[in-house]
C-alpha cells in the first residue's frame, strides 16, 4: 500500500491559462482503495529560491511527487503540479491528494523540474531537473501546523527548499461544481491583471484557482468563467472563509500582490461587490450544479462494458523463442498479466461479463494480407468471450494459429469500438459506458488516424485504455494521452471535446497488478462523469432496452450489402476470420450462380 491517489497528468502554466484543483481523485479513490483505515489528505507545494536552470531567464519549475509501495519497492508516481513560469520562488495551486495511514511508514520523493520542453511535459527525460527531497508522510502530519520544509538537492548541491503544507480531509465530498464570473469594474490600471482564490481551514488560506491574466478594456477587466469542483473551493460549507487576492501579472512570472479580500460563498449572489484599491470586483453568474458521483452512476446501474484488443505484431517476438512478449511461459506474459489485472477489477462492473475480444497485427491462416482488426474466436459478428477467464482462454487457444506481422495500427479498431458505443446511443442505450482496452509493444504507426478516430470518438460513451508492455519506446503515447491540451484532428477540423484515452507503461509496475489496475484506471472514473454529465444524464437514467437488430446484426448486413453492390470487402477484420472468409465465399457462390443463370 503506497497510500497514493493516481495523478492525472500535469496542468499547462499557471499564468497562461487558468488552474484549478481537482477533487475527482478525493472523491473517486475509495473505489480502488486498498484495505485498512487511512485519511484522505491534500499536500500544498510551493518552493523557495530554486536552483536556476536557465540562462536568459529563470526557471520554469514544476513538481512531481513519487511514493515506494511497500511490496515491490518501486516509486510510483503519485501527481503533480503545474508549471509556473519564470519563477525560483513558486506557490503552486494544483494540490496532490495521498492517503495516510498511521500504521504505515510510507516513504515518497519530490521530484523538481526545469520545462525544457513543453510539447513533453509527461516525459520527464526531456526535462531539467533541479532537485529532489524525500520524506516520510507522517513527518507533515507530524510537524507543527502541518508545515514541513526539505531540502532540495542535485548530486550532493544545494537546489532550494520545497515547503509542504498537508491538509486532512475530513469531510465526505461531493462532486458538485461551482459556477462563477468574476469582473473587476472601474479599474484605471494599463497593465494586465490575474486572480487567485483561496479556501480556509485551520487558520490557513489554501489557493484553489489562479486565473488567466486579462487587461482593462473601457475601465472594466473581464475574466473567464470559472468552474470549479465544490469540494475544492469550499468544502461543501459554503459559509467557510474564502479570498480573493489579486496581481499585477508579470511574463517573469512574480506576479506581484496588490489586493485582497475575504468573503463567504454563500454571500456571493449575482451581482455582489468587493471593493479594492484598483476597481470594484464583481461576482456574476454564481451557481452551484448538482452533479453526480461515480459511485452514484453505478449505483444507478450504469453499465460498464470492456473490451480488450491484443497487440500481434511481429516486434512482439515468436512465443517459442524465449523473451517473447508472448511468452508460452504464462508467468512471464506481460499481456496475461495486463489482461488479467485490469479486467479482473472491470468486469464486476458489467452485468453480463461477457468481453468482445480483438486482435490486430497479425494475418490469419489462408489470409496473406495482415489485419488490423480481427475477432479471437474467430467471429466477427460474435466476438465475445464470458469473464476473463474466457479472454485468457481463447488467447491461449488461438494465438499459435496467428502469424505475427505488422505494422502497428490502431485506428480501425477504434473506429469498429466507437461505431459499437454510437449504435448504443443511437437505439437509446444512454446508460452504458465502453471500455477498450488495448495492449501494445510498440509505437503507432497510423498515429494522424488514430488521432482522428479518437477525436469522432471523444463525444461517445468510451474510454481508451492503453497498456504498453516491453521495453519499447512509447514517447508518442503522451501524445494520445491528452491531459495537458486535447488532441486535434487536422481531417475532421476541431478539437477532442473530452480527453477519453489513458496511457500506462506494465514495466513501471510490474509485479504489483493492485497499483497497475489503480493506475491504469486512474481516469475512468472523470471521464465516465464528465460524459454523463455533458449529455445531461442523471445517475438514475432508466437503463432502456434496444429497438430494432443488434449492433452486430447491422455489421453483417452492411458488408453484405457492401460485398454485394462492389464484390469487395474492404474492412480487413471481415476477410480476416472465418466467419468472414465463409460469409464472401457464400456470397461469391451465389453471385457464380446468377451470372451462370
Same mark, same amino acid.
Given at each position: 500500500?503506497?497510500?497514493?491517489?493516481?495523478s492525472?497528468g500535469?496542468?499547462?502554466?499557471?499564468?497562461?491559462?487558468?488552474?484549478?484543483? +481537482?477533487?475527482?481523485?478525493?472523491i473517486?479513490?475509495?473505489?480502488?482503495?486498498?484495505s485498512?483505515?487511512?485519511?484522505a489528505?491534500?499536500?500544498?507545494?510551493?518552493?523557495?529560491?530554486?536552483?536556476?536552470k *536557465?540562462?536568459?531567464?529563470?526557471?520554469?519549475?514544476?513538481?512531481v511527487?513519487?511514493?515506494?509501495?511497500?511490496? +515491490?519497492?518501486?516509486?510510483?508516481?503519485?501527481?503533480r503540479?503545474?508549471?509556473?513560469?519564470?519563477?525560483?520562488?513558486?506557490?503552486?495551486?494544483?494540490s496532490?491528494?495521498?492517503?495516510?495511514?498511521?500504521?504505515?511508514?510510507?516513504?515518497?520523493?519530490?521530484?523538481?523540474?526545469?520545462?525544457?520542453?513543453?510539447?513533453?511535459?509527461?516525459n520527464?527525460?526531456?526535462?531539467?531537473?533541479?532537485?529532489?527531497?524525500?520524506?516520510?508522510?507522517?513527518?507533515?502530519?507530524?510537524?507543527k *501546523?502541518?508545515?514541513?520544509?526539505?531540502?532540495?538537492?542535485?548530486?550532493?548541491?544545494?537546489?532550494g527548499?520545497?515547503?509542504l503544507?498537508?491538509?486532512?480531509v475530513k469531510?465526505? #465530498?461531493?462532486?458538485d461544481? /461551482?459556477?462563477?464570473t468574476?469582473e473587476?469594474?472601474g479599474?484605471?490600471?494599463s497593465?494586465?491583471?490575474?486572480?487567485?482564490?483561496?479556501r480556509?481551514?485551520?487558520?490557513?488560506?489554501f489557493?484553489?484557482?489562479?486565473?488567466?491574466?486579462?487587461?482593462?478594456?473601457?475601465?472594466?477587466?473581464?475574466?473567464?468563467?470559472?468552474?470549479?469542483?465544490? /469540494?475544492?473551493?469550499?468544502?461543501?460549507?459554503q459559509?467557510?472563509?474564502?479570498?480573493?487576492?489579486?496581481?499585477?501579472?508579470?511574463?517573469?512570472?512574480?506576479?506581484?500582490?496588490?489586493?485582497?479580500k475575504?468573503f463567504?460563498?454563500?454571500a456571493?449572489?449575482?451581482?455582489?461587490?468587493?471593493g479594492?484599491r484598483f476597481?470594484?470586483?464583481?461576482?456574476?453568474?454564481?451557481?452551484?450544479?448538482?452533479?453526480?458521483s461515480f459511485?452514484?452512476?453505478?449505483?444507478?446501474?450504469?453499465?460498464?462494458?470492456?473490451?480488450?484488443?491484443?497487440?500481434?505484431?511481429?516486434?512482439?517476438?515468436?512465443?517459442d523463442?524465449?523473451? +517473447?512478449?508472448?511468452?508460452?511461459?504464462?508467468?512471464?506474459?506481460?499481456?496475461?498479466?495486463?489482461?488479467?489485472?485490469?479486467?479482473?477489477?472491470?468486469?464486476?462492473? *458489467?452485468s453480463?461479463?461477457?468481453?468482445?475480444?480483438?486482435g490486430? =497485427?497479425?494475418k490469419?491462416?489462408?489470409?496473406a494480407?495482415?489485419?488490423?482488426?480481427?475477432? #479471437?474466436? =474467430?467471429?466477427?459478428?460474435?466476438?465475445?468471450?464470458?469473464?476473463?477467464?474466457?479472454?485468457?482462454?481463447?488467447?491461449?487457444k488461438?494465438?499459435?494459429? #496467428?502469424?505475427f506481422?505488422g505494422?502497428?495500427n490502431?485506428?480501425?479498431?477504434?473506429r469498429y469500438?466507437?461505431?459499437?458505443?454510437?449504435?448504443?446511443?443511437?437505439?437509446?442505450?444512454?446508460?452504458?459506458?465502453?471500455?477498450?482496452?488495448?495492449?501494445?509493444?510498440?509505437?503507432?504507426?497510423d498515429m494522424?488516424?488514430t488521432?482522428?478516430?479518437?477525436v469522432?470518438?471523444s463525444g461517445?460513451?468510451m474510454?481508451?485504455?492503453?497498456?504498453?508492455?516491453?521495453d519499447a519506446?512509447?514517447?508518442?503515447?503522451?501524445?494520445?494521452?491528452? *491531459?495537458?491540451?486535447?488532441?486535434? +484532428?487536422?481531417?475532421?477540423?476541431?478539437y477532442?471535446?473530452?480527453?477519453i484515452v489513458?496511457?500506462v507503461?506494465?514495466?513501471?509496475?510490474?509485479?504489483?497488478?493492485?497499483?497497475?489496475?489503480?493506475q491504469?484506471?486512474a481516469e475512468?472514473?472523470?471521464?465516465?462523469?464528465?460524459?454523463?454529465?455533458?449529455?445531461?444524464?442523471?445517475?438514475n437514467?432508466?437503463?432502456?432496452?434496444?429497438?430494432?437488430?443488434?449492433f452486430?446484426?447491422?455489421?453483417?448486413?452492411?458488408?453484405?450489402?457492401?460485398?454485394?453492390?462492389?464484390?469487395?470487402?474492404?474492412?480487413?477484420?471481415?476477410?480476416?476470420?472465418e466467419?468472414g472468409r465463409?460469409?464472401?465465399?457464400r456470397?461469391?457462390?451465389?453471385?457464380?450462380k446468377?451470372?451462370?443463370?
Amino acid at each position: 500500500m503506497c497510500g497514493c491517489v493516481p495523478s492525472s497528468g500535469s496542468s499547462s502554466a499557471a499564468d497562461r491559462a487558468p488552474v484549478q484543483v +481537482s477533487s475527482e481523485e478525493l472523491i473517486t479513490s475509495q473505489l480502488f482503495a486498498d484495505s485498512g483505515l487511512f485519511t484522505a489528505t491534500e499536500l500544498h507545494i510551493s518552493c523557495e529560491n530554486l536552483a536556476n536552470k *536557465d540562462v536568459l531567464s529563470k526557471s520554469d519549475p514544476f513538481v512531481v511527487l513519487y511514493c515506494r509501495d511497500k511490496r +515491490s519497492g518501486q516509486w510510483t508516481e503519485a501527481g503533480r503540479t503545474e508549471v509556473i513560469d519564470n519563477n525560483l520562488n513558486p506557490v503552486f495551486v494544483k494540490s496532490i491528494a495521498v492517503k495516510y495511514f498511521f500504521e504505515e511508514r510510507q516513504p515518497m520523493r519530490f521530484e523538481v523540474y526545469d520545462v525544457d520542453d513543453r510539447n513533453n511535459l509527461n516525459n520527464l527525460k526531456k526535462q531539467e531537473l533541479i532537485g529532489t527531497a524525500e520524506f516520510m508522510l507522517h513527518e507533515v502530519i507530524r510537524a507543527k *501546523d502541518q508545515i514541513l520544509r526539505l531540502p532540495l538537492s542535485d548530486k550532493g548541491k544545494s537546489a532550494g527548499t520545497l515547503k509542504l503544507h498537508a491538509e486532512e480531509v475530513k469531510e465526505k #465530498l461531493s462532486s458538485d461544481i /461551482a459556477h462563477l464570473t468574476i469582473e473587476c469594474n472601474g479599474s484605471t490600471v494599463s497593465y494586465p491583471m490575474l486572480y487567485r482564490l483561496f479556501r480556509s481551514d485551520g487558520g490557513s488560506f489554501f489557493p484553489v484557482y489562479q486565473s488567466e491574466a486579462s487587461r482593462s478594456t473601457n475601465g472594466n477587466i473581464l475574466w473567464h468563467q470559472v468552474k470549479i469542483p465544490a /469540494a475544492s473551493l469550499f468544502r461543501d460549507d459554503q459559509s467557510r472563509q474564502l479570498r480573493i487576492e489579486l496581481y499585477e501579472y508579470s511574463s517573469k512570472g512574480s506576479h506581484k500582490p496588490v489586493d485582497a479580500k475575504d468573503f463567504q460563498f454563500s454571500a456571493v449572489l449575482d451581482g455582489f461587490k468587493l471593493g479594492t484599491r484598483f476597481g470594484t470586483v464583481v461576482f456574476k453568474n454564481v451557481s452551484v450544479e448538482k452533479r453526480a458521483s461515480f459511485l452514484e452512476y453505478l449505483f444507478g446501474g450504469c453499465q460498464i462494458s470492456l473490451a480488450i484488443a491484443i497487440d500481434f505484431t511481429g516486434s512482439n517476438g515468436d512465443p517459442d523463442v524465449p523473451g +517473447s512478449l508472448h511468452s508460452m511461459n504464462m508467468a512471464k506474459n506481460q499481456y496475461i498479466q495486463a489482461i488479467r489485472a485490469i479486467g479482473e477489477t472491470l468486469q464486476e462492473y *458489467d452485468s453480463d461479463k461477457n468481453i468482445p475480444v480483438f486482435g490486430f =497485427g497479425a494475418k490469419i491462416p489462408g489470409i496473406a494480407s495482415t489485419s488490423h482488426c480481427f475477432a #479471437l474466436n =474467430g467471429n466477427i459478428f460474435a466476438p465475445e468471450v464470458h469473464t476473463i477467464d474466457g479472454v485468457l482462454n481463447v488467447y491461449n487457444k488461438n494465438m499459435g494459429k #496467428l502469424q505475427f506481422s505488422g505494422p502497428t495500427n490502431f485506428a480501425e479498431i477504434i473506429r469498429y469500438f466507437g461505431d459499437f458505443a454510437y449504435w448504443h446511443v443511437s437505439n437509446g442505450l444512454v446508460f452504458n459506458y465502453f471500455v477498450l482496452l488495448m495492449i501494445t509493444d510498440g509505437l503507432i504507426t497510423d498515429m494522424e488516424n488514430t488521432i482522428d478516430e479518437i477525436v469522432r470518438c471523444s463525444g461517445l460513451p468510451m474510454s481508451i485504455i492503453i497498456t504498453g508492455v516491453g521495453d519499447a519506446n512509447f514517447h508518442d503515447m503522451d501524445r494520445l494521452d491528452s *491531459d495537458t491540451q486535447p488532441l486535434f +484532428s487536422k481531417k475532421l477540423g476541431k478539437y477532442a471535446v473530452r480527453d477519453i484515452v489513458q496511457f500506462v507503461s506494465f514495466n513501471k509496475f510490474a509485479g504489483n497488478a493492485q497499483e497497475l489496475a489503480r493506475q491504469t484506471l486512474a481516469e475512468l472514473p472523470k471521464q465516465l462523469v464528465d460524459y454523463m454529465t455533458a449529455m445531461k444524464i442523471p445517475s438514475n437514467a432508466p437503463i432502456g432496452m434496444p429497438s430494432g437488430p443488434s449492433f452486430y446484426t447491422l455489421k453483417q448486413n452492411e458488408f453484405i450489402g457492401r460485398f454485394m453492390n462492389t464484390g469487395t470487402v474492404s474492412y480487413t477484420h471481415l476477410r480476416a476470420h472465418e466467419t468472414g472468409r465463409n460469409l464472401v465465399c457464400r456470397l461469391l457462390l451465389e453471385k457464380k450462380k446468377k451470372k451462370k443463370k
